[in-house]
């Protein structure tokens, strides 16, 4: 079974300061991956993916992930954190082979809340 | 354009009873999922339905439904309500059924008394 793990509930960063929130996975193939963050009373907003190609992944908002495949993570950055984000962050995999059809199922793990402060 | 849009925006229901939620797609887009968000977990998969048949169905009892109208909007329905289906519910479209990039509703927030 295809699964994500992000084994820290929290990470806290001063404002200025580069941020990392893990993520690593467990998929049978090549993995299709994503970061989503998450704002209090909202939806899922899309920042970044990996597909195939460069390890590093750029996105939104000045973040970045990094693919390692002999490590299987999967780790967003930004090389100068901002107070505005401060946020829920979700890393998520595709589940391509679902049951008998092809499907666009994410498998998301338990989130990361980021606290940058002043 | 507009975004994923979904109503209503909070629901407060009682144990036994049932719910409709809906969800109308960027336009363009072809395939509706449904994902629950219990406080403190990610998302879980509940439905994927790309041109108006179920393409995808997660680990969740009978009493979850939906259905896709030829304008491909949605509709999820609980029966029966339960305490343990107060959630957040998300919709998310995308162009096509295996599209990487999926867009996100701002979710309704159901809570069940």
């Known amino acids: 079974a295809q699964s994500v793990a992000q084994p820290e509930d929290q990470v806290n960063v001063a404002e200025g300061n580069p941020l990392t929130v893990k993520c690593t996975y467990s998929?049978?193939?090549?993995?299709?991956l994503f970061w989503y963050v998450q704002y209090p009373n909202r939806g899922l907003q899309f920042l970044l993916k990996?597909?195939?190609?460069?390890?590093l992944v750029k996105g939104s908002y000045g973040f970045e992930a990094e693919f390692n495949k002999s490590q299987t993570s999967f780790h967003l950055k930004k090389p100068s954190a901002l107070v505005s984000d401060s946020a829920l962050y979700f890393c998520?995999?595709?589940?391509?082979?679902?049951?008998?059809?092809?499907?666009?199922?994410?498998?998301f793990g338990q989130g990361t809340t980021l606290q940058v402060k002043p | 354009d507009a975004g994923v849009t979904q109503s209503p925006t909070h629901l407060i229901k009682t144990r036994g009873q049932h719910v409709t939620l809906r969800c109308s797609p960027i336009?363009?887009?072809?395939?509706v999922s449904w994902y629950q968000q219990v406080l403190g977990q990610g998302p879980q998969f509940i439905f994927q339905?790309?041109?108006?048949?179920?393409?995808g169905r997660g680990n969740f009892p009978d009493r979850f439904s939906a259905r896709q109208f030829p304008n491909y909007s949605s509709e999820l329905n609980v029966n029966a309500l339960l305490l343990g289906d107060s959630a957040l519910y998300l919709c998310?479209?995308?162009?096509?059924?295996?599209?990487?990039?999926?867009?996100f509703g701002p979710g309704t927030r159901l809570t069940v008394t």
């Open positions: 998310a479209s995308s162009a096509q059924l295996t599209a990487h990039e999926q867009y």
């Open positions: 990996y597909i195939t190609g460069d390890n």
């Open positions: 998520a995999v595709r589940d391509l082979f679902h049951g008998s059809s092809n499907t666009g199922k994410l498998i």
């Open positions: 998929v049978s193939g090549n993995p299709y």
């Open positions: 339905y790309y041109e108006k048949e179920e393409r």
């Open positions: 336009s363009g887009h072809k395939s």
